[in-house]
């Protein structure tokens, strides 16, 4: 059950300028209620800018951020970055306090009452997977980095912030506690309805994590589409070379096998036992692999039990060709 | 010191437990209001640095240059002004505890990690809130390090105000020197050693107290 509606958030000509430098340059985007938008580039490209410019750690040369349609200029300052949730790499713990104190910290701001404080409390570390009668007590520093960065995550979606920013916040945890985090994070933003805005150099962070992407470069947005469409097209040479010539491969991890036009005229009986079962919930990239793999060069597909068809290597070829 | 006479006559020691615990109470109120007194100034000073670095190399400057002073010149400079008071007293011991607490407290501030404050910032703490909850809490530690030197070398000072009419212990090291009696110099000078000791023990204490998350990691 989504607890938390998000917010809209959107861009509308917002520039930055620096002395001698033009971080940001007419920036103009919409992230739609609930969804996850990644901004992705080069350092230098003007994503963590943007994203500091939403709760105005940084504040526009010009232009207007809206929040639900809310100028973002036009709120008090702390009563708007109360009401964002946001996540920063290096995590910012206060390390003075105790995990459950550090999530109470914007309930605290707001004077919730301690019952409904501690409530959420231990909801939240429920949520992010930390018993919380084991941490509430404990204090960042008896921490490891990949459990100090749930505790991020539940501190900055505390207060039910209908929007979250975060600033390359799996960037400091090795690869695999990256990839367990990644998942519980789409879990828990799925079960929030949270907006997310979220900055990454990573792109395949960014083509995993995001509804939308948009690739920045030397503060321009190059592209903002879909990850599945940013992969089949992209719009220039850049954006071809960042997303990596795998793109085709990588489009396969989006797709699934349930999305492919099956051969169903071929008996089941006649296909070799070699063949590889796949689901329709397999990825054409895992069913590839499996296939090349196996002597029979195509995939069973069974739904439960019920035969659905084939995969054959054409079927995937016509996939990666295809537009959508 | 006749010969013959032995280092220490226990006996006088013993019929003046009186003195001492006055002595005591004397030493302890001078360092009390120079400590106080300088970590409120020291403070503000210190707030001012953070707001505005240019005012840093004037101020560390002044209060530096106090530090230099002798203490029995700066004692000396102030009685046509200020007389043989207790006031000349916590004028010379204020100042030099400046230099002390202002290095502390600057440093420990600007010690806080930049993510913590970022993070503070990020979830609308005001700057007011950032300094109460979040910086001072993190520079406790440093600034309580500061303290305990500042209290100590204070205790060490309070025994030259003697030389104004002060002194605390000071008065009982005066007295010894000047009558040439070992028991009394050497009772003032032991007690006021025992009194930093003890000073700077409670306030290792405190430190632990204020600061339980400093102990792990």
Known sequence: ?324 | MTPGEPLIQWDWIASHLDEFAFRLGEHVELTVIAVGVGFVIAFALSLLILRMPRAEGPITWITGTLYTIPSLALFALLIPYTGLTILTAEIGLVGYTLLIFINNIVRGIRGVPADVREAAVGMGYTPREVLWRVELPLAAAVIIAGTRVATVSTIGLVTVTALIGQGGFGFLILIGLQRFFTTELIAGAVLSVALAVVADALLVLLQRRLTPWAQLA
């Open chain 1, 1 to 324: 059950m989504a607890s938390t509606r998000g917010a809209t958030v959107e861009f509308r000509d917002v520039s930055k300028r620096y002395p001698g430098q033009l971080a940001v340059d007419r920036l103009s985007f919409k992230v739609p209620a609930g969804k996850i938008c990644v901004l992705v580039g080069p350092s230098g490209s003007g994503k963590t800018t943007s994203l500091k410019m939403v709760n105005r750690l940084i504040e526009p040369s010009s232009g207007s951020i809206f929040i639900d349609g809310q100028d973002v200029l036009h709120k008090e300052q702390t009563a708007l970055r109360r009401g964002i949730g946001y996540v920063i790499q290096q995590v910012g713990l206060f390390p003075h306090q105790t995990i459950a104190e550090n999530v109470a910290t914007v309930p605290r701001l707001l004077g919730w009452a301690n019952a409904r404080i501690d409530a959420r409390t231990e909801e939240l570390l429920a949520l992010v997977g930390l018993e919380p009668s084991r941490f509430a007590a404990r204090y960042p520093a008896q921490l490891s980095g990949g459990e100090r960065q749930r505790v991020g995550v539940a501190r900055a979606l505390a207060a039910e912030p209908p929007v979250m920013l975060m600033d390359e916040p799996f960037g400091a945890v090795d690869p695999i506690v990256r990839d367990r985090l990644q998942n519980e994070f789409l879990r828990i933003q799925r079960d929030q309805g949270t907006t997310v805005l979220f900055v990454t150099h990573d792109i395949d962070e960014a083509i995993k994590l995001g509804d939308r992407v948009a690739v920045m470069r030397g503060g321009k947005l190059v592209q903002y589409a879909p990850p599945g469409e940013l992969l089949a097209h992209p719009v220039n040479d850049f954006v071809a070379q960042f997303v990596g010539s795998d793109r085709g491969l990588k489009r396969l991890a989006l797709l699934t096998v349930g999305g492919v036009d099956l051969d169903t005229s071929v008996a089941r009986a006649s296909l070799s036992s070699n063949a590889p079962v796949l689901a329709p919930t397999t990825t054409l990239r895992d069913a590839l692999i499996r296939m090349l793999a196996s002597e029979a060069q195509v995939g069973v597909v069974l739904d439960g039990q019920r035969y659905v068809g084939v995969l054959t290597l054409s079927k995937i070829g016509k996939m990666i060709r295809s537009d959508t």
